[in-house]
């Protein structure tokens, strides 16, 4: 089985500052892994996403992750944090199975952002 | 144009009643998901859908029955609704039901509150 852990339930960074949202998982076969972003009253939008290839992946505003097999981490970055990045984050794992392809999320972390 | 859409956006309703919930994409997708995400904002899959066949039912309470008339739509009737029930619904879709690397798109939930 798989699962998602998110360190840190709240993060609170000054505007300017480096964002470091930190996810470990655990899957017996190499994982697919996805950031998701969660503003007040919407749904999930995808930041980024990890299937193959290079382990550095970059996504929308400003944000990147990074795969590291050895840690089993996909930590999420980056560099100046923005007002607008205030909202909540999800980690998620998707399996490969034919027979579906649902998404484990971890709890989630709640970004704060002061100014 | 919405991607993926769910109505109605609140659902606030007494215990004991039945309600529907409707979610559409114009994606071109072939598989879709309902989410549960409760108070504690953690995400839950319930069900999927491929092309119209369940693929995935998750431990829910059969008070929960998905339907699929078509590809583009997946529906969620909730029967003799508990106060538990009280949480967001999301809606998603992907492309194919083994691909687990391609992303979910989310639609903006329904918030279910039971008095």
């Known amino acids: 089985a798989q699962s998602v852990t998110q360190l840190g339930s709240h993060v609170s960074v000054s505007e300017g500052a480096l964002v470091l949202l930190r996810c470990n998982y655990s899957s017996s076969v190499p994982p697919y892994l996805f950031w998701y972003v969660q503003y007040p009253n919407q749904g999930l939008q995808l930041l980024l996403k990890?299937?193959?290839?290079?382990?550095l992946v970059k996504g929308i505003n400003g944000f990147e992750a990074e795969f590291k097999k050895s840690e089993t981490s996909f930590h999420l970055t980056k560099p100046s944090a923005h007002m607008s990045d205030a909202a909540e984050y999800f980690c998620?794992?998707?399996?490969?199975?034919?027979?579906?392809?649902?998404?484990?999320f971890g709890e989630g972390t709640q970004l704060t952002v002061n100014p | 144009d919405t991607a993926v859409s769910q109505t109605p956006k609140y659902l606030v309703t007494q215990m004991g009643n039945d309600k529907s919930i409707k979610c559409e994409q114009n994606?071109?997708?072939?598989?879709m998901y309902w989410y549960k995400q409760d108070s504690k904002k953690f995400l839950k899959i319930m069900f999927s859908?491929?092309?119209?066949?369940?693929?995935i039912n998750e431990t829910v309470p059969n008070r929960f029955s998905p339907k699929s008339p078509d590809k583009a739509h997946l529906n969620l009737h909730i029967n003799s609704l508990e106060l538990g029930d009280s949480a967001v619904y999301f809606c998603?879709?992907?492309?194919?039901?083994?691909?687990?690397?391609?992303?979910?798109?989310f639609g903006d939930g329904t918030r279910l509150s039971i008095l």
């Open positions: 998603a879709s992907s492309q194919g039901p083994g691909q687990g690397n391609q992303p979910q798109h």
């Open positions: 859908y491929n092309n119209k066949e369940l693929i």
């Open positions: 994606l071109g997708h072939d598989t």
């Open positions: 998620a794992v998707s399996d490969r199975e034919t027979s579906g392809s649902r998404l484990t």
């Open positions: 990890y299937t193959t290839g290079a382990t």
